[in-house]
């Protein structure tokens, strides 16, 4: 039987340090090698057979997990806020890492974290991509406001970005000098790009095969449009992977840490251990959603008698939450079962 043979790889931009050990924990090979796809093909001309590898999630895993992934047993990703052998660690530099990594791995103590497929990681940097030119709009359109008040304009809070509105203000209002205008049409001209790109990238995740029909099923739901159906999808990939509605909640950032000690707990404030965009699109879909469905306006209300109007929203995006985990996992549109006298999915 052959012995497999385990390889810890510290990466960073321009290297990566590896670490190869047996299942005793002999080194067998330790090294650096450049952060390219042809150096990484020489270098496992060289390793013995099998061998499976793990390393750190970094802005630069996806590309080296993705290359390494066809020639090896396994390749896994951990967690990096749960590698605190290496954190706290006294002495620390990139070799001691990737020793460290490969321990980890070879006594299986590495806190492996979710890899999405490369078709939906794919398609997430394409909707994280759009979430960009969505803010870089919002700044242009703030720009616009600003230039106009520091000019000293009197306009229209309402219509200010509307295309006739703003056509006729720079025409007729004498207090917009010929200085400002080309800066205003430039800011404008910005808007309507990024406008048209944003829309053009949500049209062509909506019609993916890939995505279509668990973007409708999601749909199904109420108050849950085509963002907040695509950032979910793309965003969570395998549902199956959260056990319970708990740590999907959990996941999106919409509770607190505990922390418990001598029978003493404590709840803090948001977790800043979350999946950031999909929190976002979630809390700004919850504070709509009271005006799309019934039992979300009761939970709304129910929690906002508390006294809380943002802890009634969170109340709102954990329901909502349960919906997208129910749809998803059953495969079915979200159903209204009228017996009971409640909503459900």
């Known amino acids: ?10 990466v960073h931009k321009k290297t990566i340090d590896y670490c190869v050990k047996d299942g005793s924990g002999r080194i067998y090979a330790a090294g650096s090698i450049r ?6 093909d020489m270098w496992m001309k060289t390793l013995p057979r099998p061998w499976t590898a793990a390393m750190e999630a970094t802005i630069f895993t996806a590309w080296i997990y993705d290359h390494l992934q066809p020639h090896a047993a396994a390749v896994k ?5 749960m590698l605190r052998a290496i954190a706290v660690a006294k002495k620390k530099n990139d070799r001691i890492d990737a020793k460290k990594i490969a321990d980890c791995l070879r006594c299986d103590f590495l806190p492996e974290c979710y890899m999405a497929s490369t078709e939906i990681r794919e398609r997430r940097r394409t909707l994280r991509y759009r979430n960009l030119l969505v803010r870089q ?3 242009m359109k703030n ?8 000019a000293g304009v009197s306009y229209n809070k ?3 970005h509307k295309v ?3 056509r006729e203000l720079l025409a007729t209002n004498p207090d917009i000098d010929e200085g400002l205008k080309p800066l205003l049409r430039l800011c404008r001209e910005t808007v309507v790009h990024l406008g048209k790109t944003e829309s053009a990238l949500v049209r062509s995740l909506e019609r993916d095969s890939l995505l279509v029909e668990r973007v409708e099923r999601l749909m199904t739901i109420p108050a849950v449009g085509p963002i907040t159906a695509l950032t979910w999808a793309l965003e969570v990939g395998d549902v199956q992977r959260f056990s319970s509605i708990k740590k999907a909640i959990s996941y999106c950032g919409l509770c607190g840490a505990e922390r418990s000690s001598a029978n003493i707990t404590q709840r803090t404030p948001l977790s800043k251990q979350r999946n950031k965009h999909l929190q976002t699109v979630l809390i700004e879909a919850a504070k709509m959603a009271p005006r799309n469905s019934s039992e979300l306006a009761m939970v709304y209300e129910h929690e906002k008698q508390k006294g809380n109007a943002n802890r009634a929203t969170l109340a709102v995006a954990r329901k909502m939450v349960a919906y997208l985990v129910a749809v ?3 495969q079915k549109g979200f159903l209204v079962v009228e017996n009971k006298n409640r909503t459900a999915a």
Do not use: N, S
């Open 35 to 40: 952060a390219t796809r042809l150096d990484l």
């Open 1 to 10: 039987m052959e012995t497999m043979h385990y390889i810890g790889l510290d």
């Open 158 to 160: 309402q219509k200010l």
């Open 328 to 330: 998803d996992r059953r």
């Open 137 to 139: 709009a919002v700044q």
């Open 77 to 81: 990703v951990a967690h990096p806020l």
């Open 164 to 166: 006739g509105y703003f």
């Open 143 to 150: 720009k616009i406001a600003v230039l106009l008040m520091e």
